[in-house]
């Protein structure tokens, strides 16, 4: 869907660049003239949001290892030493641990974006997949961050995480003592995790890259799943979707600003306040918030190697998701069935997060096998089942009828913005 | 952005030029703490107070080397050769020109403080040597004299002098 580079250069320094490197003339056809279509809602902007994100954390993190020793006799007090003595140590370190929430925060909303409006769906495979492999990336980034400050969470986190891989079977405890790089979690683990650390944000921009490039080709879904057909359907991207997602990451930046000036410590846990004890595991170990349905879905099958295989699998089948829902219709609006299904899953996944806060006994641990089992139920037998059976509702003919209304006299729209347009 | 054709600014030109306002005013408040995080942090100010050095072991004739911010002082209980050495000379002629008096505190003339590091490239000069009765740096060859001026080699500058008072006759603040 990208459209010819219209980029004119007129100086005569942007001439001789852009006939040797013509990333003007990319940046021009990428994000200025690209066509989007005209009915993006806000549930769009959440890409931008995670480009913004990325960048603070990358910025935030990289300012922080100019301050942060990695070794178990001083990680622990180098942090203390950010919060304490560095000019804004407080702030970055804040930024950075509520940045991390902030991130898997929109990362959600986009995918379940993603899943109401059927942006998986052909021809949208691949950029789904790089998608997955994200979160994937972003999943090992931020267990690995959290074992840096060496806190009680920080050491017991690692060493549940790490004891997952003994479930593997011939080989598993080497693996284990691998990744350790000793006997248990130790110093050489914490190097080791503060270097990968250090990496994967980096691997993660340039799977993003593949992801931007990816949607380029196939062009930005729309919230009636209709496909582009003409240039009345679309507008530019600047200034339209520009400042749509400029406004969008300021209201953003504003809930993020609240959790980092005035509750940072809410969505943290207390005893990561406790410098990391081998000898004493704490009372209920608990991850973020971010990962408490995985790890509600880990806990709720008896078996160890079930439950990992079963953690595994719930990330892994959203990549699936593209060929498990046999529908024709993408967008959620005209599949009543499914959007009713939709928010099902939505409350199922809220409530294995919640379930996942709470200690593994009694009454929460049925609720949890519930919850997991319709959780695959709906990749497995929902998504295919519902596709054959569901009767949607009528499609509009294209996005700009659905926006304008049917044979309403309209200016065609041509990809560059009017000048002294009044309304859209 | 509308270039103006008529006398007046319309409304969208206030917004634009108030909105680039706020924003470069936001840019630069955001980016001051991470330029300024760069900037020496308490524990290091805090490491960098002042000391104190008792005198009344240093013998006459005698340099010691303390460190304070990180740097080697050298402390030099001068006697009467090496100050009248200093004083003799005719401090114009000298390439870096400053009067032996000037690089003493008054009424304590016996003692000479200066930050032992080279002023060419930063090599530890060494004491009690060279053709000066000062210090000679084994690294290019400069050679400073018994009150701390560089007399020959590429050094450009005499050598610095910390911040010092005396809280008591044989007890000195440095810094």
């Given at each position: ?422 309304k859209v | 952005m509308t270039s103006l054709s008529s006398a007046e600014p319309t409304r969208r030109d206030f917004l634009y030029i108030a909105t680039g306002a706020a924003a470069a005013v936001a840019t630069a408040a955001s980016i001051w703490p991470l330029i300024d995080q760069m900037n020496p942090d308490a524990s290091t100010i805090a490491a960098g107070a002042p000391i104190e050095v008792d005198l009344s072991p240093i013998a006459e004739g005698q340099i010691i080397k303390v460190f304070w911010r990180g740097k080697p002082i050298f402390i030099s209980h001068r006697n009467s050769k090496e100050i009248e050495e200093a004083r003799s000379v005719d401090w114009h002629t000298l390439p870096d020109p400053q009067p032996d008096q000037a690089r003493v505190k008054p009424g304590h003339d016996q003692w000479l403080i200066v930050i032992g590091i080279c002023t060419h490239l930063g090599c530890i000069p060494l004491p009690h040597q060279g053709d000066y009765d000062g ?41």
């Open positions: 869907m990208s459209g010819a580079s219209t980029y004119q250069p007129r100086s005569g320094f942007m001439k001789w660049l852009e006939a040797r490197l013509p990333i003007a003339g990319l940046v021009y056809s990428s994000f200025v003239v690209y066509p989007v279509p005209r009915n993006l809602n806000y549930w769009w902007t959440f890409g931008g949001i995670l480009s913004f994100m990325l960048i603070v954390q990358i910025v935030t993190g990289i300012i922080l290892a100019m301050h942060y020793t990695p070794h178990v006799d001083y990680a622990f007090n180098s942090v203390e030493h950010i919060m304490r003595d560095v000019n804004y140590g407080w702030l970055l370190r804040y930024l950075h641990s509520n940045g991390a929430s902030m991130f898997f925060l929109a990362g959600y909303i986009h995918l379940f974006r993603g899943f109401y409006y059927g942006s998986y769906k052909e021809p949208r495979e691949v950029l789904w997949i790089l998608g997955v492999i994200l979160l994937l990336l972003m999943i090992a980034t931020g267990f690995m961050g959290y074992v840096l400050p060496w806190g009680q969470m920080s050491f017991w986190a690692a060493t549940v995480i790490t004891n997952l891989f003994s479930a593997i079977p011939v080989f598993g405890e080497s693996i284990v003592t691998w990744l350790w790089g000793g006997y248990s979690v130790g110093n050489p683990t914490l190097n080791r995790f503060y270097s990968l650390h250090y990496l994967l944000p980096f691997v993660i921009v340039g799977v993003v890259g593949l992801h931007v490039w990816a949607l380029h080709v196939v062009g930005q879904n729309n919230p009636t799943g209709v496909e582009v057909k003409s240039d009345r359907d679309t507008v530019a991207f600047t200034p339209y979707a520009t400042i749509k997602d400029l406004f969008l990451i300021i209201c953003f930046c504003l809930l993020y600003a609240w959790f980092v000036f005035f509750v940072p410590n809410y969505l943290g846990h207390a005893d990561n306040y406790i410098p990391a004890n081998p000898g004493v595991t704490p009372p209920h170990i608990v991850p973020e918030w971010y990962y408490l349905p995985f790890y509600a879905i880990l806990r709720a099958i008896p078996s160890k190697l079930g439950g990992v295989v079963m953690l595994v699998s719930a990330i892994v089948i959203l990549a699936f998701a593209p060929w498990l829902d046999t529908s024709q219709v993408r967008s959620a609006r005209y599949r009543p069935l499914y959007k009713q299904f939709f928010w099902i899953f939505f409350l199922v996944c809220v409530g294995l997060g919640w379930l996942g806060s709470k200690p593994a006994e009694g009454g929460y641990v049925i609720a949890a096998r519930i919850l997991t089992a319709w959780y695959f139920i709906h990749f497995l037998i929902v998504l295919p089942i519902l596709g054959l059976v569901e009767t949607p509702k009528p499609l509009p003919n294209s996005i700009n009828e659905a926006v304008l209304g049917k044979g309403a006299g309209i200016t065609p729209q041509s990809a560059a913005p009017a000048h002294g347009d009044a | 210090w000679f740096c084994p690294c290019h060859g400069s050679q400073y004299d018994s009150s701390g001026r560089i007399r020959r080699g590429p050094a450009p500058a005499n050598l610095a002098l910390p911040p010092y008072q005396f809280v008591a006759d044989n007890k000195v603040q440095i810094g």
